[in-house]
């Protein structure tokens, strides 16, 4: 078990250094794009598609699927690791495929939330000033109308009233008692 938890945390390493590769370059996968399309499907020049980079769960799964067990047949077939041999190969080898694709949504999500934080670093200043202008306006409105509630509350209130008659002798002088 901790053999296969380096691999699976290797493997999420690589899969984001795989990802963040492609994003800065896509020439293996424009080449591949070449050479099995035609010239009016081939894809674009602004087009930054790779083989993980945006590109959709199942296509990015195969991907990493079919390098990882080319890999690992050529490991089978040319040393004396029998990868695929027993039950602790396979899980390795699973391993490695979920912990690059984990990897690879970890960079995209990284990634992206680095763009929106360097597109929104010049209005986050003026946000958090706004925000801490309007704090400031809010309490002193609020110490405003304490204070406001404090003289309306020495202002209601009236001096005693003269001794009246109670209930009982108002009755008595109704004659209802």
């Known amino acids: 078990m901790g053999l296969e938890l380096v691999i699976f945390i290797a493997a999420i390493l690589f899969g984001i250094f795989l990802y963040w590769r492609e994003s800065n370059g896509n020439g293996l996968y424009r080449f591949v ?6 010239k009016a499907l081939q ?11 945006k590109q959709a769960f199942l296509p990015r799964l195969v991907f990493v699927a079919t390098v990882f067990l080319l890999i ?3 490991f089978q077939f040319l040393t004396p690791f029998k990868i695929f041999g027993s039950y602790n190969g396979i899980s390795a080898f699973a391993s490695i495929v979920f912990g690059t694709l984990i990897g690879t949504y970890l960079a995209n999500f990284v990634l992206k939330s680095g763009k929106v934080i360097e597109e929104k670093s010049d209005s986050l200043g003026d946000i958090m000033e706004d925000a801490v202008e309007k ?6 409105d609020l110490k405003a ?11 209601i209130e ?3 009233k003269p001794q009246e008659k109670s209930a009982r002798e108002r009755l008595k002088d109704k004659g209802l008692l």
Not at 135 to 140: L, R, T, V, Y
Not at 145 to 155: G, L, R, S
């Open 145 to 155: 109308k304490d204070t406001d509630t404090i003289e309306e509350n020495e202002a």
């Open 72 to 74: 690992g047949l050529i």
């Open 33 to 38: 794009n070449k050479m099995v399309n035609s």
């Open 158 to 160: 009236e001096p005693p």
């Open 135 to 140: 704090g400031k306006d809010f309490i002193e």
């Open 43 to 53: 894809m674009k020049p602004e087009n930054k598609k790779g083989f993980v980079y």
